[in-house]
């Protein structure tokens, strides 16, 4: 289903839509379990969606809820469509996202499981939040996030000297593409480059 029609069958029909939102939930997440690439997508798109429609915080909380199940699933497609989704949401929304910053802290204990293209999906999930969301939110996480980063940088182990390095490069990134006015572009090189060493470094 492309997305202007999946667009189309959600944006703008909330009171219609409401007493069917456990369904959705149940169908985005049944999309996103799949094992075909173009049903994860498909499901991403929805949770997108319905995060969008319904702003009611019980309802944006169990949909992060739902996410951070995925994320926490320890199948390799399930973990990279659900922070795909999230690094989506913060991008498009990073206040709305910000909210729920004592939720999303959970994935910081997912990091030992994650590759390390995943880890870098939720530093830059972490640092769009942080760094975009103001006063709402991010500066806690942004306070948390940094302990940790510090916590790994000093670490003999490489495994976790590697995530520091690519967490803080994300940090970096993100606020140098802020200070430039040039959105993502900077922040995404600087996490790529980051990344290349974080996979050197992992064992």
């Known amino acids: 289903m492309p997305l202007p029609l999946l667009r189309n069958a959600i944006s703008g029909h909330h009171d ?45 909380q169990e949909l992060i809820g739902e996410l951070l199940t995925h994320a926490g699933s320890g199948g390799a497609s399930e973990v990279d469509a659900a922070l795909s989704v ?40 972490f640092a769009r939040i942080a760094y975009d969301a103001g006063e709402s939110g991010g500066s806690r996480l942004a306070d948390e996030l940094h302990i940790t980063i510090r916590k790994q940088l000093t670490s003999p182990a490489p495994r976790y000297k590697s995530l520091g390095v690519l967490g803080g490069c994300c940090l970096l990134g993100r606020l140098g593409a802020r200070e430039a006015g040039a959105g993502g572009a900077h922040g995404a090189a600087a996490a790529a480059d980051a990344e290349d060493s974080a996979a050197e470094l992992d064992p």
């Not at 219609?16 to 499901?43: C, D, E």
């Not at 913060?90 to 729920?100: C, E, H, M, S």
């Open 86 to 125: 999230l690094v989506q949401m913060a991008t498009a929304n990073a206040k709305a996202l910000a909210v729920f910053s004592s939720f999303l802290t959970g994935v910081l204990d997912y990091l030992d499981g994650l590759t390390v293209p995943q880890a870098r999906l939720a530093f830059e999930l």
């Open 16 to 60: 219609a839509l409401l007493p069917h939102y456990p369904t959705q939930l149940g169908i985005a997440a049944s999309l996103v379990r799949s094992a075909s690439a173009a049903a994860r997508a498909l499901g991403g798109q929805l949770y997108t969606l319905l995060f969008e429609e319904f702003a009611q915080a019980h309802l944006r």
